[in-house]
């Protein structure tokens, strides 16, 4: 099943892909392409097996086919692990696929359709409507800014517009459309409607695009949300950079970007500041339009070649990406009142420390940001010295500073004000769309151990809370405002800030939210994926792996009651930047304290190694 819902929806409506009163849409929505050309019928035989997304097809089986038969139309077939028929093409043979023309990809599935015709479609994805996919690939001009807002708030701001579309069928080449063009594109319009899938790099923008400003405002045909596929995600998948033009050059692509168009974006695609011989605010010259339709053109181009390269995403991994889009879009609701009210304290503090500090300094340092002058004032008045001022140098400087010195006080003052966890309260609003929640807080396959990744307010890094105060309780002291009450009650008001950042993440109306974790998930899949038993025998256990590991580093039995800091310091950095082949890179990664020198972290490698002889 295409949608999110999965199976059980398939079951819902008893998987009858050709019910002839449900629309389109409400068709197309099944996984499978609109019109219901594709599927209803048993496969040859009669079987029972069912094709791709759980859906009866007919279609050849190698068990199947009669003896000396070819395949439909000739050519060289062999059977997929599933029993379906990869058919590769000849030498010079072109395939033309309901009516599209092209070279088309060397190895296919094939269905037949309700309508007498075989069709092709790509190994590991959905059947398309008559065999087409679309890449999409949208210009546009906004006053809000995409980094800090995101792609679906962005969308949704009144300045924002489509400068341009650049869109192709399959391997054709693309096709421009433009406001000025008074023709609408009726045959994407066609196609979508049809079913068929709506290709991008990094689709999360155009489908917002798409959606807030297509739709609603031009009156555009809806996409469905399973018709949507990304060349990101294909790229990421294969552990390839995520960069359009980075992943061409990965791949040594003779297609690339314009490296005109990050000019052309600058100029076309954002306010300008007025300058006295330009006072203009935005640029809308013809001649350099037309240099931005031919940069979105050749960007279709690129993702055309990607995908050709990448092939499709295996279907289990097209379930994630699909699951991923879907969260996305539907976002997580904000409470936006205590994010202001949270706001409010951090400005007040803010404001209270600063003065401090310039007072403490004598003014020699005016803000919490001048890095260069706090390292100067304190250097010589910690123990050890100081490196550099990130939050884990300051936290540990602070202990080995002369307790009531001003140098000590100024490192107070800083590891306060320079909190990343307070700094999210302005994305977080940034952000925010119009119905109070955030979207676009999750990358498909982020990371290259395949897990997700967080985006924007980064909420798969939220702190984690110090003080123990109960959540609700210490929301409500923040919405006092009240910097002094906060104090009293708990201590640090900026500590407080950051202890209730987890709290401005709530359940829409009617629902709850809940907290789940995979634990220890990349040591367990490692395990699995490489068959070393002893370890998946730990976790089985219920053992400590960060002890077990620490356990034969030390040559003794290490608890986690009894030797935390062996456990913390050796155990869990170890198991955290040893599992995929790392070394002492992995280890500065996780650990860039130099409690250990190079040749320790060799040899604590190589005990990590010899226990784990498979991984």
Not at 241 to 257: F, T
Not at 308 to 335: H, W, Y
Not at 436 to 454: D, E, I, K, M, P
Not at 593 to 606: L, R
Request: proline share 5%; glycine share 10%.
């Amino acid at each position: 099943d295409g949608r999110a819902g999965g199976a059980a929806d398939t079951q819902r409506d008893g998987g009858r892909a050709d019910e002839p009163q449900r629309r389109p849409q409400e068709r197309a929505a099944d996984g499978w392409s609109g019109r219901s050309d594709i599927a209803g019928a048993d496969r040859l035989g009669n079987t029972g097996n069912e094709g791709p997304q759980g859906r009866r097809v007919s279609g050849h089986r190698a068990d199947q086919r009669p003896a000396g038969e070819t395949g439909l139309d000739g050519g060289l077939e062999h059977a997929t692990s599933d029993g379906w028929i990869e058919r590769r093409t000849q030498p010079g043979e072109r395939g033309v696929v309901g009516g599209c023309g092209q070279d088309f990809w060397s190895t296919y599935n094939i269905v037949q359709c309700t309508d007498g015709k075989a069709r092709r479609f790509e190994p590991g994805a959905f059947p398309l409507a008559h065999g087409v996919s679309n890449r999409l690939d949208f210009e546009s001009y906004s006053e809000a800014d995409l980094k800090k807002t995101g792609a679906w708030r962005y969308s949704e701001h009144p300045s924002t517009e489509v400068l341009c579309l650049a869109y192709a069928f399959n391997d054709e080449p693309p096709i421009l459309w433009h406001p000025g063009i008074s023709e609408m594109p009726g045959a994407l319009f066609t196609a979508i409607e049809q079913g068929a899938i709506v290709d991008a790099h990094n689709v999360g923008f155009e489908r917002a695009i798409w959606e807030n400003v297509c739709v609603k405002r031009m009156g555009w045909p809806e996409i469905e949300a399973h018709q949507y596929d990304c060349t990101m995600a294909r790229a990421a998948s294969r552990a390839l950079p995520l960069g359009l033009e980075q992943c061409a050059s990965a791949l040594g692509l003779d297609v690339r970007k314009d490296k005109r168009g990050k000019q052309l974006i600058q100029l076309l695609c954002k306010p300008q500041k007025p300058k006295k011989k330009d006072p203009r605010t935005r640029i809308q010259d013809p001649e350099l339009l037309a240099e931005l339709y031919d940069y979105c053109l050749q960007d279709v181009r690129v993702e055309q070649r990607i995908r050709r390269e990448l092939g499709a995403l295996p279907a289990p991994e097209r379930q994630v990406f699909l699951l991923n889009e879907k969260m996305n879009s539907r976002g997580i609701t904000i409470d936006v009142e205590s994010v202001h009210n949270a706001i409010a304290v951090v400005s007040q503090v803010e404001q209270e420390l600063t003065a401090e500090l310039v007072e403490i300094t004598g003014g020699r340092i005016r803000t919490a940001n001048q890095v260069a002058e706090i390292l100067d004032f304190v250097q010589w008045k910690v123990d050890g010295g100081l490196d550099d001022l990130t939050a884990d140098t300051v936290a540990a400087a602070i202990p080995r500073a002369e307790k009531g010195s001003v140098e000590r006080r100024v490192l107070e003052i800083r590891h306060s004000l320079a909190k990343a966890s307070t700094k999210k309260l302005a994305g977080l609003l940034a952000a925010v769309c119009v119905d109070g929640r955030v979207r676009g807080l999750s990358q498909y396959h982020g990371a290259f151990t395949g897990r997700n990744a967080g985006r924007l307010v980064q909420p798969l890094n939220l702190p984690r809370p110090v003080l123990g105060a109960d959540p609700e309780g210490l929301v409500e002291a923040i919405a006092t405002r009240d910097p002094d009450w906060l104090r009293m009650l708990y201590g640090d008001p900026m500590q407080c800030v950051a202890d209730a950042l987890r709290s401005m993440f709530v359940a829409g109306e009617g629902k709850n939210l809940c907290a789940v974790d995979l634990a220890s998930i990349e040591s367990v899949g490692i395990a699995a994926i490489a068959g070393e038993e002893s370890k998946l025998d730990l976790f089985r256990r219920g053992d400590d792996p960060y002890c077990s590991f620490a356990s034969d580093v030390f040559g003794r039995p290490i608890t986690k009651a009894n030797d935390p800091r062996e456990r913390q310091d050796v155990g869990k950095v170890g198991e955290l930047a040893f599992g995929f082949g790392g070394g002492v890179g992995a280890w500065r990664n996780f650990d860039d304290s130099d409690k250990f020198d190079d040749d320790e972290v060799n040899n604590f490698k190589n005990v990590w190694r010899r226990k784990h002889p498979h991984i």
